[in-house]
């Protein structure tokens, strides 16, 4: 098998502790952890190569775009960022292939209107603590 289509996966966030898909969402990228690399290099290091160990990990962030509809999932974006808090998040993809759970907080949104095209929307939500995939 070659891999596996995208359509179907859903992006719910935590709003009034009900977890609320997020209405007409065209894209969902992310989370991106990475781990900070601290470098150890001493005047003893061989060969005069630098030495790293790993050091904090970091979630990442999601970005999610979408076709605007002032669905009610699409206004509880602005209502996460003005509440200045974290919620439960969740990323499921089609046919129950995997899923990645994470608290996190809407670090932008906003809305773009060309006048020739549709009206869409984008967010980015910055993960808190370990994303867990399952």
């Not at 990990?57 to 206004?75: C, L, M």
Request: net charge negative; glycine share 8%.
């Amino acid at each position: 098998m070659s891999g596996k289509l995208a359509f179907g996966t859903i992006f719910s966030i935590t709003v009034d502790s009900t977890l609320t898909a997020v209405a007409d969402l065209t894209s969902i990228s992310g989370p991106e952890i990475s781990v900070d690399e601290v470098d150890v290099s001493s005047h003893d290091s061989p060969d005069m190569y630098r030495e790293f160990i790993p050091g904090l990990k970091d979630g990442g962030s999601v970005s999610i775009e979408g076709n605007f509809t002032n669905a009610a999932s699409q206004e509880n974006m602005q209502d996460l960022i003005d509440g200045d808090a974290k919620s439960a998040m969740t990323i499921v993809l089609p046919e129950s292939l995997a899923s990645w759970a994470f608290d996190g907080f809407i670090t932008s949104f906003s809305t773009d209107t060309p006048y020739d095209d549709k009206i869409t929307f984008s967010a980015t939500i910055k993960v808190t603590g370990q994303p867990v995939l399952t």
